[in-house]
């Protein structure tokens, strides 16, 4: 899935057949939830088996970031390019790494001024071909149940002051 641009990004931008979403609600306000979700290098405190750092800027727009998945020996990299940061309200990124690619999306919408509901939604291009389209119906109940989860964690932790 390369472009044919001069970074390579052209066929990532486009939004992929493996969708995910998750939601929840955070009793905090929209800027104490965009500011824990973009503290990068915390992340690992609610995603599980991973690590998350800054590889390239500051960490918002043009900014590159990793995050690392390991279970036992299965490692996962994930890179991703932030591409618009509309603080406290959407942070948009693009998976760009050799596994993963395709855009996702952070919504943090104000209910009032002390919760947010965050809306993480996710577009991937599915690699493997033929064999990936076919296992995507049996690989998305646990990518959308673990993204849920994650998301229920932050919550706790914004809630109780951990984050960020």
Do not use: N
């Amino acid at each position: 899935m390369t472009g044919t641009g001069p970074d390579g990004l052209d066929g990532a931008v486009a939004p992929g057949a493996g969708e995910v979403t998750a939601t929840v609600i955070v009793r905090a306000p929209a800027a104490t939830v965009f500011a824990a979700f973009t503290a990068w290098e915390r992340q690992g405190d609610w995603i599980p088996f991973t690590r998350v750092r800054v590889v390239q800027g500051d960490g918002g727009e043009g900014s590159l970031v990793e995050a690392v998945t390991t279970v036992g020996p299965a490692v996962l990299r994930d890179e991703m390019r932030v591409m618009r940061v509309d603080a406290p309200y959407e942070l948009r990124v693009l998976h760009c790494g050799r596994l993963l690619r395709g855009p996702g999306v952070l919504r943090c919408t104000p209910m009032d001024r002390e919760r947010t509901q965050v809306v993480w939604h996710e577009w991937f291009h599915l690699p493997g071909g033929t064999v990936g389209r076919w296992a995507w119906p049996l690989l998305w109940p646990g990518s959308k149940i673990s993204l849920g989860q994650a998301l229920k964690r932050f919550a706790r932790l914004v809630e109780s002051g951990q984050l960020p």
